[in-house]
């Protein structure tokens, strides 16, 4: 499965569109991550807990959004979009979006 930016697959044409597919994860943020994030903040640097969650938490909506095209009979999906919100009465929840065309190559 292609999965790419771009509008179309460089040397590949598109024969078909099967329609936009997505992915969506939302997951907690922990109380000690929370702790850690304030401390770097405070302090400086980077949050590796916080990195670390919203890398999988991108990985886990693509592979969703991958998983939609292939129960539409895609080989791609074009013009991919990943949106991140925090989410909660505290923004203790994080929510990665992904968007793209599935589509059908020759």
Known sequence: MILTTTPSVEGREIAEYRGIVFG???TGV???RD???SLRNFFGGRS???EKELLAAREQALREM???AVE???DAVVGVDVDYEVLGAENGMLMVTTSGTAVRLR
Do not use: K, N
Request: proline share 0%.
């Open 24 to 26: 969506e994860v939302v």
């Open 30 to 32: 922990d109380v000690l």
């Open 35 to 37: 702790i850690g994030a």
């Open 48 to 50: 590796g807990g916080y």
């Open 66 to 68: 991958e998983q939609r």
């Open 72 to 74: 539409r009979g895609a």
